[in-house]
T-cell receptor
Framework: EAGVAQSPRYKIIEKRQSVAFWCNPISGHATLYWYQQILGQGPKLLIQFQNNGVVDDSQLPKDRFSAERLKGVDSTLKIQPAKLEDSAVYLC??????????????FGNGTRLTVT | GNSVTQMEGPVTLSEEAFLTINCTYTATGYPSLFWYVQYPGEGLQLLLKATKADDKGSNKGFEATYRKETTSFHLEKGSVQVSDSAVYFCALRVFGNEKLTFGTGTRLTIIP
């Protein structure tokens, strides 16, 4: 099966600019996650969708970050305006609906964002 | 809350050495435990998992045992190879909540 697809792979922007990342999960996976991985740290969940509904966005900085999954398939994460501390790898992951708690998440290769 | 504490790296070993990467956790519920690996230039991949106390997860020569009494899930391998060079993440997931909580990761480098 095809894996989780993310684009772009790399992005360099200046602070205060905006940027968007795209994710296409594994076909049939109803749950989609966006994680932020800052250099030297573990991934931190930003937002979790089940189909097109938000399950958890408690750690999403909503003043500048937004995410949508309008048709319950692919998703877009946006940052506007970007700050220097947003430099990180943004990981998308998916899992099947109704997955048992011991089932794995499938991760994409990530988008590495550098804010200058 | 839920948290994972990992042995700080980086860790550098010679080929065929014995590997241990320590992981301890704190969880409000009853967690499942995972080790994920991130090879250079690639995404996170599940390495192994354990879902209840005393379970042993294993894959590619790596093993980890779920120890409820010490709240630990240490990763071990008897003889590492250069191809094991990667970043290793310990993670947990609590029943009823699908999200993963990760440790900070341990970078492992194996030299020939």
């Amino acid at each position: 099966e095809a894996g989780v697809a993310q684009s772009p792979r790399y992005k360099i922007i200046e602070k205060r600019q905006s940027v968007a990342f795209w994710c296409n999960p594994i076909s049939g996976h109803a749950t989609l996650y966006w994680y932020q991985q800052i250099l030297g740290q573990g991934p931190k969940l930003l937002i979790q969708f089940q189909n097109n509904g938000v399950v958890d966005d408690s750690q999403l900085p909503k003043d500048r970050f937004s995410a949508e999954r309008l048709k319950g398939v692919d998703s877009t994460l946006k940052i506007q305006p970007a700050k220097l501390e947003d430099s990180a790898v943004y990981l998308c992951a998916s899992s099947p609906i109704g997955a048992a708690d011991n089932s794995p998440l499938h991760f994409g290769n990530g988008t590495r964002l550098t804010v200058t | 809350g839920n948290s994972v504490t990992q042995m700080e790296g980086p860790v550098t070993l010679s080929e065929e050495a014995f590997l241990t990467i320590n992981c301890t956790y704190t969880a409000t519920g009853y967690p499942s435990l995972f080790w994920y690996v991130q090879y250079p230039g690639e995404g996170l991949q599940l390495l192994l998992k354990a879902t209840k106390a005393d379970d042993k997860g294993s894959n590619k020569g790596f093993e980890a045992t779920y120890r409820k009494e010490t709240t630990s899930f240490h990763l071990e391998k008897g003889s590492v190879q250069v191809s094991d060079s990667a970043v290793y993440f310990c993670a947990l997931r609590v029943f009823g909540n699908e999200k993963l909580t990760f440790g900070t990761g341990t970078r492992l480098t194996i030299i020939p």
